[in-house]
């Protein structure tokens, strides 16, 4: 299904849905960390403004990517 989209063709955002979910995905190394190299990963989703995701590594960001995509298909289709 595609996200839904004005008349304009502009995305419509917000409104939670379990179909369509974007995120801007930012990574960078931490030389800083125990282990050396290690990539941080954050998520910002674009279609819930505000709503970010941080990540000590990029497995981690991974497994809540897997969570919520499992999520996502568990839940019904919102026919409002």
């Known amino acids: 299904m595609l996200?839904?989209?004005?008349d304009d063709g502009k995305l419509i955002v917000g409104?939670?849905?379990?179909?369509?979910k974007s995120y801007l995905l930012r990574?960078?190394?931490d030389e800083s960390a125990r282990a050396p190299w290690r990539?941080?990963?954050m998520l910002e989703s674009?279609?819930?403004?505000?709503e970010r995701h941080h990540?000590?590594?990029v497995h981690r960001m991974l497994a809540f990517l897997h969570a919520t995509c499992t999520?996502?298909?568990n839940e019904p289709p919102d026919t409002s």
């Not at 996200?3 to 004005?6: E, L, Q, S, T, V």
């Not at 409104?15 to 369509?20: D, E, K, N, P, V």
């Open 55 to 57: 990540f000590a590594d």
């Open 27 to 29: 990574l960078w190394r």
């Open 15 to 20: 409104g939670g849905s379990a179909l369509y």
């Open 46 to 50: 674009v279609t819930e403004p505000g």
């Open 71 to 73: 999520h996502c298909k």
């Open 39 to 41: 990539w941080r990963a």
């Open 3 to 6: 996200p839904a989209m004005d």
